[in-house]
């Protein structure tokens, strides 16, 4: 049984930082793409950054700069850290496991206060 449990959600101030985690079982870690999405209301889930299993990594134009995800194939987790955070990156943030099939998480809340 896949599961991809986030953490590290919360409230913080604009210009603030926070640090996601996503830990992974049932999955041979190592070989999956890991990305970050987020969805925010009224609005469709958007790719934030992905990491592939060498570690080459993308993000989204509006977190560039601003965000970086890694990941430590030894405890099977996925990072992303959220630095400068504006308003506008409220949402819920998903861990995502990718390698034909897709497996997602529960998500964890992010709100950014101005």
């Known amino acids: 049984q896949v599961q991809l449990v986030e953490s590290g959600g919360g409230l913080v101030q604009a210009g603030g930082s926070l640090r996601l985690s996503c830990a992974a079982s049932?999955?041979?870690?190592?070989?999956?793409?890991m990305g970050w999405y987020r969805q925010a209301p009224g609005k469709q889930r958007e790719l934030v950054a992905v990491?592939?299993?060498?570690?080459?990594?993308n993000y989204a134009e509006s977190v560039k700069g601003r965000f970086t995800i890694s990941r430590d194939n030894a405890k099977n987790t996925v990072y992303l850290q959220m630095n400068s955070l504006k308003p506008e990156d409220t949402a819920v943030y998903y861990c995502?496991?990718?390698?034909?099939?897709?497996?997602w998480g529960q998500g964890t809340q992010v709100t950014v206060s101005s």
């Open positions: 049932g999955i041979i870690f190592s070989i999956y793409m």
């Open positions: 990491i592939t299993s060498s570690s080459i990594t």
């Open positions: 995502a496991a990718v390698r034909g099939d897709t497996y």
